[in-house]
């Protein structure tokens, strides 16, 4: 678990660290404070990545609501907590789809509650994210954003709507990991691909949304047959 805290003033973010790694489930994770949000920018942009942040509605220069927005569109997807001394600004959250916000002098009343309904989004997002470890970096990607995976040498390369992304795995080690999610399926010896991103399939060939297409490995072929009618019937 990783957790970032951005807010200038130290004492209260010591409290907020100590509120987090006494909340059961998460006694072992691990907490980057930054006292501006420019340190947390640098960070994101060298490849840190976080399970969800807290972040102070007011500080200088930058304020939450700026660095919220612009962790929107560098395609962050994290849970945003606003926290803040001043009601008035708790509505603003909503324009960037913030999960929640804890006004400071509410911080224990209203914690555990906001804890529960965390940890309960959190569950069901990791049921549907893909986790790839880099070697200086962790993505996360939504299962739903995955194309297809194909081999270049010793790496599997996944092709999401939002770039590429390459680990060193074979694809039987990447099926084995994609196979629970019940959307994907082996079409060669080097590629598969997520059912919900084809448009057509014939007995050949594959054409995914967007205009990619993929040979059919001779060997696969009632395998892709069976895959697509079975996930078919699942989500009619």
């Not at 893909?130 to 970096?137: E, P």
């Not at 680990?167 to 060669?188: A, H, N, Q, S, Y």
Request: aromatic share 12%.
């Amino acid at each position: 678990m990783y957790i970032a805290i951005v807010e200038d003033d130290e004492t209260f973010a010591w409290m907020l660290e100590q509120k987090i790694l006494s909340e059961p489930g998460w006694e072992t994770a691990e907490v980057d404070r930054y006292r501006e949000p420019y340190g947390f920018c640098r960070a994101a942009e060298e490849g840190c990545r976080y399970d969800f942040c807290f972040l102070d509605m007011k500080m200088p220069e930058m304020d939450g609501l700026q660095l919220a927005a612009w962790i929107r569109e560098k395609g962050m997807r994290m849970p945003v907590i606003f926290v803040t001394s001043f009601a008035e600004y708790a509505m603003e959250g909503y324009q960037v789809q913030a999960f929640d916000y804890l006004l400071k002098s509410q911080l224990d009343r209203k914690w555990s509650g906001m804890a529960a309904r965390l940890k309960e989004h959190l569950a069901g997002e990791r049921e549907n994210v893909y986790t790839i470890l880099l070697r200086n970096k962790m993505e996360r990607i939504p299962i739903g954003r995955i194309r297809y995976v194909y081999m270049q040498g010793k790496y599997a390369v996944f092709y999401t709507e939002d770039g590429e992304f390459s680990v060193r795995k074979t694809m039987g080690e990447i099926m084995d990991e994609l196979r629970p999610f019940g959307c994907f399926v082996r079409v060669r010896k080097g590629a598969v691909v997520n059912m919900g991103k084809i448009r057509r399939a014939t007995a050949k060939e594959i054409l995914l949304e967007g205009g990619e297409s993929i040979m059919i490995g001779r060997m696969y072929t009632e395998d892709v047959r069976n895959g697509l009618h079975a996930w078919l019937e699942k989500v009619k």
